[in-house]
T-cell receptor, first 114, second 120 residues
Framework: AQSVTQLGSHVSVSEGALVLLRCNYSSSVPPYLFWYVQYPNQGLQLLLKYTTGATLVKGINGFEAEFKKSETSFHLTKPSAHMSDAAEYFCAVSIGTGGFKTIFGAGTRLFVKA | GAVVSQHPSRVICKSGTSVKIECRSLDFQATTMFWYRQFPKQSLMLMATSNEGSKATYEQGVEKDKFLINHASLTLSTLTVTSAHPEDSSFYIC????????????????FGEGSRLTVL
């Protein structure tokens, strides 16, 4: 069965510091991988995605993630945190067979300290 | 990218009444839409898959008669919470895929803004 694990329900960083949000997945078939961001009382917005090709993908707002097949990981990073990055981040896996079932991780809330 | 809009964003109702939430794809046609429920500080729980012109597919444990889903057109799906009770209070989110874009072939989802339901 497919699953997504986000390590750390809460991550706190100082403004200007590196952001690292961890995501590991399990899948019996090659997955498509996504990071979504959710601001309070809003829906989710796509940050970035990995489908095929280059394993380092860049997204909006300076975020990037690297797909590491050997580690079954898709960690999200940003070199320098900004106050506006404070939000909930969800890692998701989409499995292609049968209509793309999407599985979400539990989410990681990012706090950014001034 | 594709835009999905939900309405209302907030609704407060009395126990026993029914509430309808609309989900619209504004610039693309969506044959399939998804409805989620999100509890405070938790992830999204898929409730059902809404299929245009046919019955919705409900996830295990979701009451079909409680959460009525109608997908009458290619741009509109509605979720009706019938005879709402305080335990139905939650944040409901819809999403859809744009199959005309490359993302549609990878499972990329476009989300509505969410609707917060409070049942008194």
């Amino acid at each position: 069965a497919q699953s997504v694990t986000q390590l750390g329900s809460h991550v706190s960083v100082s403004e200007g510091a590196l952001v690292l949000l961890r995501c590991n997945y399990s899948s019996s078939v090659p997955p498509y991988l996504f990071w979504y961001v959710q601001y309070p009382n809003q829906g989710l917005q796509l940050l970035l995605k990995y489908t095929t090709g280059a394993t380092l993908v860049k997204g909006i707002n300076g975020f990037e993630a690297e797909f590491k097949k050997s580690e079954t990981s898709f960690h999200l990073t940003k070199p320098s945190a900004h106050m506006s990055d404070a939000a909930e981040y969800f890692c998701a896996v989409s499995i292609g067979t049968g209509g793309f079932k999407t599985i979400f991780g539990a989410g990681t809330r990012l706090f950014v300290k001034a | 990218g594709a835009v999905v809009s939900q309405h209302p964003s907030r609704v407060i109702c009395k126990s026993g009444t029914s509430v309808k939430i609309e989900c619209r794809s504004l610039d693309f046609q969506a044959t399939t839409m998804f409805w989620y429920r999100q509890f405070p500080k938790q992830s999204l729980m898929l409730m059902a898959t809404s299929n245009e012109g046919s019955k919705a597919t409900y996830e295990q444990g979701v009451e079909k008669d409680k959460f009525l889903i109608n997908h009458a057109s290619l741009t509109l799906s509605t979720l009706t919470v019938t005879s709402a009770h305080p335990e139905d209070s939650s944040f409901y989110i819809c999403s859809a895929r744009d199959l005309t874009s490359g993302g549609g072939n990878t499972g990329e989802l476009f989300f509505g803004e969410g609707s917060r339901l409070t049942v008194l």
